[in-house]
């Protein structure tokens, strides 16, 4: 990485990239050839960043011996009178390092009639009252301490001034950079001064800000400013082709060395090419660009595709407006992080709505507009084009996946996702089960299924013949996974194992072997019992899942009468700690109910078996109506009445809801529901 782009101007026609040598002929001609009996101002005028500096460094050096070259920057001072003084001490200053005696003797002259004319300064300008008074005498005392009135030092130095063979040209730049108040007391100084014989002054403002400054003392700052310039010169624009390449330039110098994670040639031509070049205007905005381009890329930690990266820093630096509306706008842009259970015409024409707003205030409407669809193409219908779809956003890395975008708005990776890095250690050992095990084990529980969601997206990358051991210690992870995702409207988190463990077995020479290995190496009979249930055929079902009906129906009625055999045998010591022992249970009830539910009730004579059965059977269902949505706490109390009886379910709550000791919140509202209902309460249906 090469170093920052300081924003210095050029000083040599080598350095010029942009041709802007036919302007600086031109303006050094006119300086050389304007008339030498009175002053001669001359401006150029672009917006910030143009150039202006450069161009004035081009005209010196174009300009040579034939002229002495001053410089003045109005912006190191303040006030009228000082910046009369100090205008005419700097001028002497650096004329007394001239080459040419009579230039040096120059200025003492400057320094004198600058002393006197700045009393009077408050009076040309305007100023009343007693400041006037004050400085009539300040003007007195200065004639008199000189000996020669303001007059007769004017003379003298127009005389001097004549005698000089070569013009004096004097710069004044940076105009646009005062205060209003500023930029008019030295546009009234240049039309003071500016009759000097043989000094040729240039301007270098940006037109807008000193028209809009001068028209606080007239009323046209435009027609202000042309009474006092003979000849104002516009900095061209900048070819746009010239700027698009200088600015690639400059970032492949910045980036030089830089890491740029899934970039994509195609994606960054189309967002350059459409969105950033139109937003570029000066020299200033293609180093800009170019300085915050590493920074950028570092802070996102290789969990961005850089081409996204490049577009979202462009449009912070030339529309921050906008840019800073995205967090307002992720969800309308990348989808929402919960279900949203509107019609999508109502959700369309709302995000719609907020996106018009936010372009409303853009600088760059159209390029923003069209910056904007190319990073997100799910909200393209919204933006002038069509909706786009795609499976493998987050797999690029592409900010049009929602949790890549939020990655590049809070620049980290959050605590519930993995990086890159770890991504790619667990894809490299899939080929080593023994080793991914231990990868996936050191895992911490909250980011496993962002893990699985990303191993996902690179299935493609999965070696086939290992694919069934993968697809096995995946499954014996999914009850890290909590039960439900991180809001009411979430997937489950156990959704993101489910699918990983789907797609290697897909990929798997032997499926059935492997779901048979799975079963068997199950932590639990709960486990064993949902790999039987999800991968099992059952042509009794009308949901049924065939494409993930592995094992037929004879091996699936095998597995699970292996499962209920052993659920049968399993002491209340063994069955206790059963994470989903509800359902183990349950599953006695399939070949005959009423021998099953004997079954069941006799486990439920354990205390610890029955305060698992309640608990289990808890949950919060959520309720909504316009004035929104709450959580409801439900007990399937029927299902416990189906498996146990309801005259054995009644006994076994009113016996133990007044003594139990309950470990959460979650336990306590489960039996006061139980006891209520074990007390005549009607339970509400459950869902």
């Known amino acids: 990485m090469s170093g920052l782009h300081a924003d210095t101007p050029i000083r040599s026609a080598d350095e010029d ?4 040598a036919v302007l600086v002929k031109l303006i050094a001609g006119e300086l050389l050839e304007a008339p030498a009996d009175a002053g001669f101002v001359l401006s150029l005028m672009g917006p910030w960043g143009s150039g202006k500096t450069s161009v004035l460094n081009l005209i010196e050096t174009e300009l040579g011996d034939r002229a002495e070259v001053l410089r003045f920057d109005p912006w190191l001072f303040s006030g009228a009178e000082q910046l009369v003084t100090r205008f005419f001490s700097e001028l002497a200053a650096q004329l007394r390092g001239s080459k040419r005696a009579a230039v040096r003797a120059l200025a003492g002259e400057f320094v004198s009639y600058g002393e006197a004319v700045a009393p009077l300064v408050p009076l040309i300008l305007g100023r009343t009252g007693a400041a006037v008074a004050a400085v009539l005498a300040r003007g007195r005392k200065a004639v008199k301490d000189k000996g020669a009135s303001t007059t007769a030092q004017r003379r003298e130095l127009q005389r001097r001034l004549a005698a000089v063979e070569r013009p004096i040209v004097v710069f004044v730049d940076d105009i646009d950079r005062l205060t209003p108040d500023e930029v008019r007391e030295v546009v009234r100084l240049v039309k003071l001064v500016g009759d000097l014989p043989g000094v040729r002054y240039v301007l270098a403002f940006d037109r807008r800000r000193v028209e809009l400054a001068l028209n606080h003392c007239a009323e046209d700052g435009r027609a202000y400013l042309e009474k006092i310039v003979q000849a104002p010169h516009d900095l ?4 746009p082709v010239r700027l698009r390449r200088f600015t690639l330039q400059a970032l492949n110098e910045r980036l030089n060395g830089v890491q740029l994670p899934f970039f994509s040639q195609a994606a960054w031509g189309n967002l350059y090419g459409a969105g950033i070049a139109p937003m570029l205007k000066t020299l200033r905005d293609a180093r800009r660009l ?37 967090p307002d706008l992720a969800d309308a842009l990348a989808g929402g992080a919960r279900v949203d259970l509107r019609p999508q015409q109502e959700i369309d024409k709302e995000a719609s709505n ?58 980290t990776i959050g605590e519930h996702a993995v990086t890159t890095a770890h991504v790619r250690d667990v894809l490299d050992a899939m080929g080593e089960p023994s080793r991914l095990r231990e990868l996936v084990e050191a895992t ?6 962002d893990l699985f969601d990303r191993l996902a997206e690179l299935q493609s990358a999965f070696p086939a013949e290992q694919a069934g051991e993968v697809a096995m210690v995946v499954a014996l992870q999914e009850l890290r996974l909590s039960k439900r995702g991180h809001g009411p409207m979430s997937a489950p988190a156990r959704w993101s194992a489910i699918g990983l463990v789907d797609a290697l077995l897909r990929k798997a020479p032997d499926p059935v072997a492997a779901v048979r290995r799975m079963i068997d190496a199950a932590p639990d009979l709960s486990h064993a019992l949902r790999i039987a249930n999800r991968y099992g055929t059952f042509n009794e079902r009308e949901d049924r899942e065939r494409e993930r009906e592995i094992l037929d129906e004879h091996a699936t009625v095998a597995a699970l009468e292996d499962i209920r055999g052993q659920v049968r045998r399993a002491s209340a010591e063994q069955l206790r700690g059963e994470p989903e022992l509800r359902r183990l249970l349950a599953s006695i009830l399939v070949r005959d109910e009423a021998a099953g539910r004997a079954e069941v009730a006799a486990k ?16 919060w269902g959520y309720r909504s109506n316009d004035m929104g949505t709450w959580p409801i706490a439900q007990l399937d109390w029927d299902g416990l009445v189906h498996m146990l009886g309801e005259d054995v379910l009644k006994a076994r709550v009113l016996e133990l809801a007044p003594s139990i000791e309950v470990a959460d919140g979650d336990e306590r509202t489960a039996w006061e529901l139980a006891a209520r209902y074990a007390a005549g309460e009607k339970p509400p249906p459950f869902p």
């Open 604 to 619: 439920a004579a354990n205390d610890e078996i029955m305060r698992a059965l309640v608990r289990q059977s808890f949950g």
């Open 236 to 239: 061209p624009e900048i070819d």
């Open 444 to 449: 911490p529980d909250e980011q496993l299924a």
């Open 17 to 20: 990239q942009l041709g802007r």
């Open 354 to 411: 907020r996106i018009a707003q936010v372009l409303n205030n853009s600088a760059h409407p159209e390029a923003t507009r069209e910056l904007l669809r190319l990073l997100f193409p799910a909200a393209g219908n919204l933006l002038g084009g069509s909706r786009g779809a795609s499976t493998d956003w987050r797999a690029r890395r592409r900010v049009a996946s929602r949790s890549v975008l939020d990655v590049y708005l809070q620049a």
């Open 290 to 326: 170019a300085n915050v381009a590493p920074a950028a890329l570092t802070l996102t930690q290789d969990e961005v595709a850089a081409q996204d990266v490049l577009a979202l820093e462009a449009l912070r630096l030339f529309d921050p407006d906008v840019h800073g509306a995205l």
